[in-house]
């Protein structure tokens, strides 16, 4: 609880109609997720039980209806010292968080952007829901280097698999998903003998070119009968000129890291989270954080005129770019963690005036299993009605905001 917020801060939550008592509450619930990942892959260790957990942590947990894996406890409690915790067996992630992702509705051979990635709570459930039994990949974007070295820590501390990450601007980042691991490579890998090379999605780049891509479901500029023979020294110095152009991931499995980097519609993005960079003001812990270490760095980092200025056309940059990267018949999630209305139902009610057309506002799967905190009143309560929020109060989770846009097949 926080009980003297800096007079700065507190004109800021005026401004932007955010109730200064969620600061107040008290009986804040810490949320955590056991990783599943852990047990797709290592098959001899079996999930703590809730159990086990309440003695490593020393306290009760409950169970979250609705959520698999999740638990609640009181607030005052910490996981770091608790070995589940320190083996990568559970990670801290805030329910809100957890409903975003579930309401990406994850499917085994989904291609996943995740847009502002770092440090990266989202992104380990994104892959525990996503599994190892199909084809899906997740590329995981962060501007911030300092950030995204945190994310691959977690990525390797939870045994993350099939995600790469990039240092990238996510306003203009253009890497479409990656190829590898597409069903229909896999279909003509079943038939027998093609594979990939950097250059299109077959096997081309030695001796025994076979290409069996020849259809209109390869980019392959090899598509003619007569592979073998046209294999002559300009197609080898594309192949080079076209590996040399590849963005290098700053990590990725071996399988991502040389992708041919397609740009074509089949390869734009099944789901995409833009979890957008914001004030952070309904993260309580972030905060928390602040009161510890001085108001002055807050008001610095996050309430300088300037960046408050700018975050708005940010985020509807993101937005915007993450919309380019999706696929028809996707689905995708604008997320963030200030109760804002300027960061979320205005940049919302822009993108959909703007992008009438082509997207639709959807219902969060479930939605009706939780509580929320109330909505805003806005001139255009009805476009916005299915956007949702969650605060300290009324939910029993960080302050937050979620909205599920569908992109018109
Ligand atoms: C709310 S945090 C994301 C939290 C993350 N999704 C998670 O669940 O751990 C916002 C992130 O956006 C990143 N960011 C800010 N501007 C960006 C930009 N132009 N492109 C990509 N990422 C950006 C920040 O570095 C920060 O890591």
């Given at each position: 609880m926080i009980t003297k917020l800096p007079s700065a801060f507190l004109e800021f939550l005026q401004e932007n109609e955010i109730d200064p008592n969620i600061y107040t509450v008290k009986n804040m619930t810490r949320y955590v997720r056991i990783n599943t990942q852990y047990y797709h892959e290592f098959e001899e260790f079996s999930p703590p039980t809730q159990q086990e957990l309440e003695t490593q942590i020393g306290t009760k947990l409950w169970k979250v209806d609705g959520m698999d894996g999740f638990y609640g406890m009181d607030?005052?409690?910490?996981?770091?010292?608790?070995l589940a915790y320190k083996k990568g067996k559970i990670y801290g992630i805030d329910l809100s968080s957890g409903i975003a992702v579930k309401s990406?509705?994850?499917?085994?051979n989904d291609h996943i952007l995740?847009?502002?990635?770092?440090?990266?709570a989202k992104l380990c459930m994104i892959s525990d829901l996503l599994?190892?039994?199909?084809s899906g990949t997740i590329t995981g974007v962060d501007i911030s280097r300092t950030r995204i070295s945190t994310c691959k820590n977690i990525i390797k501390k939870y045994k993350i698999s099939r995600t790469r990450l990039f240092v990238a601007d996510g306003t203009i980042f253009n890497i479409f998903a990656?190829?590898?691991?597409d069903p229909i490579i896999k279909q003509v890998m079943a038939r027998g003998g093609v594979v990939m090379n950097?250059?299109?999605?077959?096997?081309?780049?030695?001796?025994?070119?076979?290409?069996?891509?020849?259809?209109?479901?390869c980019n392959c500029e090899n598509n003619n009968n007569n592979n073998d023979s046209n294999r002559n020294s300009s197609s080898i110095r594309k192949n080079r000129e076209q590996r040399e152009k590849l963005v290098k991931p700053f990590w990725a499995p071996k399988i991502l890291r040389t992708d041919p980097q397609i740009k074509d519609f089949r390869y734009l993005y099944d789901k995409v989270i833009v979890d957008a960079e914001c004030t952070h003001d309904g993260s309580i812990s972030h905060i928390l954080k602040y009161e510890k270490c001085g108001w002055d760095k807050f008001e610095k980092n996050f309430l300088n005129p300037e960046r408050l200025n700018n975050l708005g056309d940010l985020q509807r940059n993101l937005l915007n770019n993450g919309w380019a990267l999706l696929k028809p018949g996707g689905i995708l999630i604008y997320s963030t963690c200030s109760l804002s209305r300027k960061q979320n139902e205005d940049v919302i009610e822009w993108f959909l005036l703007n992008h009438k057309d082509e997207a639709k506002l959807e219902i969060i799967p479930d939605i009706e299993n939780f509580n929320l905190a109330p909505k805003i009143i806005n001139s255009n309560q009805d476009l916005l009605s299915n956007v949702v929020r969650f605060d300290p109060i009324h939910s029993n989770t960080s302050g937050f905001f979620l909205a599920r846009i569908r992109k018109f097949e």
């Open positions: 607030w005052k409690n910490k996981i770091n010292d608790c990406l509705d994850i499917q085994p995740d847009l502002c990635c770092a440090p990266g599994g190892i039994n199909g990656p190829s590898f691991l950097n250059n299109c999605n077959c096997e081309n780049d030695n001796n025994n070119y076979n290409c069996e891509n020849n259809n209109n479901n």
